[in-house]
């Protein structure tokens, strides 16, 4: 490009995983991703949303300190343009005169050239940005060597307050929009949508660039795009991936139009949730610092999916099982738990629990005499289990994997202090006909990217025969639960729907098992709130999404 007369610009999308709170490391990331742009011709680096905080930084951002460091960071980057490489534009929470903000600076010739505040923050689901941002003031477009660039920072484009009208009413010619939009199934199309709406209102190509990798429950999946003015698809990015793209623009007598770059396949429905599966937990292992991994295999269908995801993401060597029996363990659940365990290549070992539950039992016989036998010594027998996997853990160092899925924490069914143990959990928010799916999916497919082996790592057994937690003779889950089908579409209808159970009922539901399953989803809400994180996966996800109250006496009646 000249700077007198463009007609044609190099933009660099980076979708790169920045890790909050590592200001340093983040710097150096953005550092490197520019040495590449500048290696491919590019004239402007584009990064996502606070990428050198790091997404979302939440209540770090009220640390003086903290925005010290970011704004250190956004100079020293600034100072490396006046080598008259790519400016870079660049997210950052910043101190302003009115408040903190959410701020896209950009930065070229050695100079933070322009600042841009959000005014939209969003305050839904997993957002809460006017916790700790303030809103920002409409302004113009930015003038990068002639060309003048809106940029709408994510919320912006997913309303109807126009600021990309504005922008273009202002003389922006191209919008590149920075984001920190984190996965559920079908987002992409949701994106798609909320781009192409705001093409067409403001006559202009977009740029979605968006971040990439886990921070706590929140998987952010990468899949930037743009679009042209005539709502072409000019490039997609891949999803759970890193990628640094140089994009060739010419300026025609239209505008500026994208030329064509790559359209990478994007995975669907369990293909894509077992790639945020597998990126949420390798990043929260990895960027925590965790060696390695434990957990427990029972030959049951939860923690043999758990089991392949942990191998996949950190490889079979940081990867622990342990086989926890008691009397009440089948002979297929050994089988089938070794049989998972060689599949996956990882350790393997066998540890009884029948002498501690004894000895609980022992101990506490005086003050159970005259009582019957239930539920508390079923969870005398999960209890049991959460403590040995916990002393392997405070004994190696290893991360506790907890297993239970979706399904079960709703109405729960997991044991406090017991199989709920454990530092994060892969599959929290997938139901459990939908964890049946990913471990038939599994077996035969290899995700991009996986250190796990080809294959069969599931054993049919384990997907076949029905689910026990073995606290009791000939137990199967479905003695006191709906079929799994019918439990899980209650539950959708419940929690991610929010319908009452009048509706419910009418897709054909029994009345008292609608009404029971209402309750024990209310029941179980403090069971919840102290269970690990785990990747979100569905567009309501027990946390950040839905927030019921422990103390709750409403049923819909």
């Known amino acids: 490009m000249t700077q007198n007369d463009p007609k044609t610009l190099r933009i660099a999308i980076a979708q790169l995983n920045p890790t909050v709170g590592d200001v340093a490391g983040n710097l150096a990331l953005a550092r490197e991703a520019r040495r590449d742009a500048a290696r491919e011709g590019a004239d402007l680096l584009m990064l996502t949303e606070l990428f050198i905080s790091g997404y979302p930084p939440e209540d770090l951002v009220l640390k ?54 959000k005014i939209d923050l969003p305050n839904y689901g997993e957002f809460d940005e006017k916790r700790v941002f ?19 920072i994510c919320e912006e484009i997913w309303n109807e307050m126009g600021v990309c009208e504005t922008l273009a009413e202002s003389g922006a010619e191209i919008l590149l929009v920075p984001n920190g939009s984190p996965y559920y199934r079908g987002k992409l199309d949701v994106r798609y949508q909320v781009a192409l709406r705001q093409v067409i209102e403001s006559g202009l190509p977009l740029v979605f ?26 490039f997609q990015l891949s999803q759970f991936e890193p990628a640094i793209v140089v994009t060739d623009w010419r300026r025609e007598e239209g505008g500026w139009r994208c030329q064509p770059g790559p359209m990478v396949r994007i995975p669907e429905k369990e293909e894509a949730d077992y790639h945020a599966c ?40 940081r990867v622990r099982t342990i086989m926890l029996p008691y009397r009440y363990t089948s002979e297929d659940s050994f089988k089938d738990a070794a049989d998972c365990a060689r599949a996956l290549g990882c350790r393997y070992d066998i540890v009884p629990i029948a002498d501690p539950v004894e000895g609980f039992l022992a101990s506490l016989s ?27 853990s405070n004994k190696f160092g290893s991360m506790v994997v907890t297993t239970g899925n979706k399904s079960e924490m709703s109405v729960g069914y997991a044991t406090l202090y017991g199989d709920m143990n454990g530092g ?57 639960l ?22 419910i009922v009418a ?41 019921y109250p422990i103390t709750n006496r409403f049923r819909d009646r």
């Open 64 to 117: 003086p300190s903290f925005l010290t460091a970011c704004l250190k960071a956004v100079e020293a980057l600034a100072a490396d343009t006046a080598d008259g490489g790519p400016g870079v534009l660049i997210g950052f929470p910043r101190q302003g005169e009115t408040g903190r903000h959410n701020a896209v600076a950009l930065l070229d010739a050695g100079n933070i050239v322009a600042i841009r505040d």
């Open 134 to 152: 303030t809103e920002g003031s409409i302004s113009g477009p930015y003038n990068f060597r002639g060309i003048r660039i809106g940029v709408p």
């Open 209 to 234: 660039a968006n971040q990439l990798g886990g921070q706590d429950e929140l998987v952010f999946d990468g899949a930037s795009f743009a679009f042209n003015a005539d709502k072409s698809l000019a």
């Open 278 to 317: 597998m990126l949420g937990f390798r990043d929260y292992v990895n960027k925590n610092g965790f060696k390695s991994v434990v957990l427990g295999l029972s030959g049951g269908i939860d923690s043999a999916v758990c089991a392949a995801i942990a191998v996949d993401a950190l490889g079979e060597e």
């Open 366 to 392: 005086d003050m159970f005499e005259g009582t019957d036998e239930g539920i508390t010594e079923e969870n005398l027998q999960s209890r049991t289990r959460g403590t040995i996997l916990m002393a392997i």
């Open 424 to 480: 994060f959990n892969p599959i929290k928010d997938l139901y459990k006909m939908q964890v049946y799916a990913l471990a038939e999916w599994r077996n035969h497919n290899v995700p991009a990217g996986a250190l796990g082996p080809s294959g069969e790592v599931i054993p049919q057994n384990i997907i076949s025969k029905a689910p026990s937690a073995e606290l009791r003779p000939d137990q199967t889950d479905q003695d006191s």
């Open 482 to 503: 709906p079929p799994y089908p019918a439990l899980d579409d209650i539950l959708e209808c419940l929690v991610e729907l929010e319908m009452g159970t009048d509706d």
């Open 507 to 547: 897709r054909g539901h029994d009345v008292a098992t609608v009404h029971r399953i209402e309750h024990l989803l209310y029941l179980a809400e403090y069971k919840r709130r102290q269970s690990a994180p785990g990747v979100k996966i569905t567009k309501k996800n027990f946390g950040r999404d839905r927030r």
